[in-house]
Every structure is written in structure tokens, then in C-alpha cells.
């Protein structure tokens, strides 16, 4: 079966632009995560979707960020306003609820702001 | 807090040697705990997870991780290294109770030197 996909894979951009990045999850799982990874670093935490709970937005780092999730399905991370730090491989996850599910990882998309 | 701590930045090994890759990890309770694998240019891909009974997990790949609860350990392990196994490697934590997302370490380079 399909695995994760987001889209675009590369995306570059002007330093104050907008940015959407696109999350399809692996049909079936209800639980939907955001990272970012740094180039040298590990992955950082961003936001998570459970069902119809309210996202877990804790590790957003500024209201810059925020994401959206349609249903049980894609979901789009906005970053407004974008600014050179926010370069980085924005990764999305998905899993089946429950704490012991491993995440299943997309490829990411590597944002560049110039 | 959750923590994970990847000691290493980088792995030599030779092929045919056994490999280590260390992780120590800091949670309350009892964790799970999660190893994934990051090939150039592409998404985590998952290798093995500990969630209860024997302490010694086996996974993809022929990689095998030992949990130590004294140590605060699970670090990884195969036999022996292939050149094909130099990758990105990820340790994660997450806490057993609650929703709470993976935590990971900034990751150790292994190298396998034919």
C-alpha cells in the first residue's frame, strides 16, 4: 500500500513569503505528526493530530507556524512570513493511535528561504 | 521532560565488524522506545521498537537493540556491518501514558568502511 506522501519535495523561497506544505497520511491512520530537522539535527516536535481531538500544537515554535488536518486525511503546515531559520526538511508521520504504534515517516520537504 | 541522548556523532566500523550504535534516554516511568534508520535524501524509515518483555528486540535489517532499564539504555546492534548499513541513525523515546510525541536524539552517522 501507499506510504506517506507530501509534497512539494523542494521548495524554495523568499525570505517574508508564505509557505504551505502538504501531508497525505497512510489511509487508515487517524494520528498525523509534524517534525522539522535542522540540518545536523534531530528531529523537532512541531504539532499533532488525533481524530477529531484538539491538536497537540506545543512544539510550534512562533504563530508563524500553524496546521490544518481535513478530516482524518491531509493535512497542509502553514509558515507565514517565513524567515531564513525556518530552512529546513519539514517531515510529517503518521501512525494508528496508541502509544506503542511506530510512526510511519514521509519523505519530507526541504524548505529553503533565501 | 523526555530526553534522548546519542552520545556519538559518528560510527566507524569496518564490514563484517559488529556495530554499536548508544542511546540513553531520560523519561518518567517506563518508556517505549523506537530506532529508525535515515538514508540520504530519503524519510525515517523504521527499524525496531521496545515495548514490553524481552529485553533484547530484533528488527529490519538484521538489527537487534537490548534495552537496559538500570542503564537507561537501548542502544543498537548487529553482528555484522555492511556497507549498505551506513545511514543516519535515530534514537526515540516516547512515555507510556498520555499522547505524547516521540522525543528523538540529534542522531549518529554510521559509517562501514569495506
Known amino acids: 500500500g501507499a506510504g506517506v506522501s507530501q509534497s512539494p519535495s523542494n521548495k524554495v523561497t523568499e525570505k517574508g513569503k508564505d509557505v504551505e506544505l502538504r501531508c497525505d497520511p497512510i489511509?487508515?491512520?487517524?494520528?498525523l505528526y509534524w517534525y522539522r530537522q535542522r540540518l545536523g539535527q534531530g528531529l523537532e516536535f512541531l504539532i499533532y493530530?488525533?481524530?477529531?481531538?484538539?491538536?497537540?500544537k506545543s512544539g510550534l515554535p512562533s504563530d508563524r507556524f500553524s496546521a490544518e488536518r481535513t478530516g482524518e486525511s491531509v493535512s497542509t503546515l502553514t509558515i507565514q512570513r517565513t524567515q531564513q531559520e525556518d530552512s529546513a526538511v519539514y517531515l510529517c508521520?503518521?501512525?494508528?493511535?496508541?502509544?506503542?504504534?511506530?510512526?510511519?515517516f514521509g519523505p519530507g520537504t526541504r524548505l529553503t528561504v533565501t | 521532560a523526555q530526553s534522548v541522548a546519542q552520545p556519538e556523532d559518528q560510527v566507524n566500523v569496518a564490514e563484517g565488524n559488529p556495530l554499536t550504535v548508544k542511546c540513553t534516554y531520560s523519561?518518567?516511568?517506563?518508556?517505549?522506545l523506537f530506532w529508525y534508520v535515515q538514508y540520504p535524501n530519503r524519510g525515517l524509515q523504521f527499524l525496531l521498537k521496545?515495548?514490553?518483555?524481552?529485553?533484547l528486540v530484533k528488527g529490519s535489517y538484521g538489527f537487534e537493540a537490548e534495552f537496559n532499564k538500570s542503564q537507561t539504555s537501548f542502544h543498537l546492534k548487529k553482528p555484522s556491518a555492511l556497507v549498505s548499513d551506513s545511514a543516519l541513525y535515530f534514537c526515540?523515546?516516547?512515555?507510556?501514558?498520555?499522547?505524547?510525541?516521540?522525543?528523538f536524539g540529534k542522531g549518529t552517522r554510521l559509517s562501514v568502511i569495506a
Open positions: 523519561v518518567s516511568g517506563n518508556p517505549y
Open positions: 493530530f488525533q481524530g477529531n481531538s484538539a491538536p497537540d
Open positions: 508521520a503518521s501512525s494508528i493511535p496508541g502509544q506503542s504504534y511506530e510512526q510511519y
Open positions: 489511509s487508515g491512520h487517524t494520528a
Open positions: 526515540a523515546v516516547r512515555e507510556r501514558s498520555g499522547n505524547t510525541p516521540l522525543v
Open positions: 521496545y515495548i514490553t518483555g524481552d529485553n
